[in-house]
Nanobody, 119 residues
């Protein structure tokens, strides 16, 4: 089992920045990649960014390219999401997730952290 704990959400004005953190514990050696999803009210949960734990390669949804940056710190098993130039449409609950293989589903989830961007 892998446990994920997120932190760093909050309220920010449009154009501002926030950094989210996700600390993994437990069977961290089994992690293939970690990701951030977000879910706005009345909408589905969407993949925002992902990072391969070993190689560090990353994926970004088109809506956040150039504004969000994902990084990982292996020593502390922590993933960070730096969000710049935030827009009201970025408002959502952000969830950290992990999976144990490329073809696996994301089986491990954090509790979620609210990000609210005011116009």
């Amino acid at each position: 089992q892998v446990q994920l704990v997120e932190s760093g959400g909050g309220l920010v004005q449009a154009g501002g920045s926030l950094t989210l953190s996700c600390a993994a514990s437990g069977r961290t050696y089994s992690i293939y990649d970690m990701a951030w999803f977000r879910q706005a009210p009345g909408k589905e949960r969407d993949l925002v960014v992902a990072i391969n734990w070993s190689a560090g390669s990353s994926y970004y949804a088109d809506s956040v390219k150039g504004r969000f940056t994902i990084s990982r710190e292996k020593a502390t098993n922590t993933v960070y999401l730096l969000m710049n130039d935030l827009k009201p449409e970025d408002t959502a609950v952000y969830y950290c997730a992990a999976r144990e293989g490329y073809l696996r589903t994301y089986d491990y989830w954090g509790q979620g952290t609210q990000v609210s961007v005011s116009s």
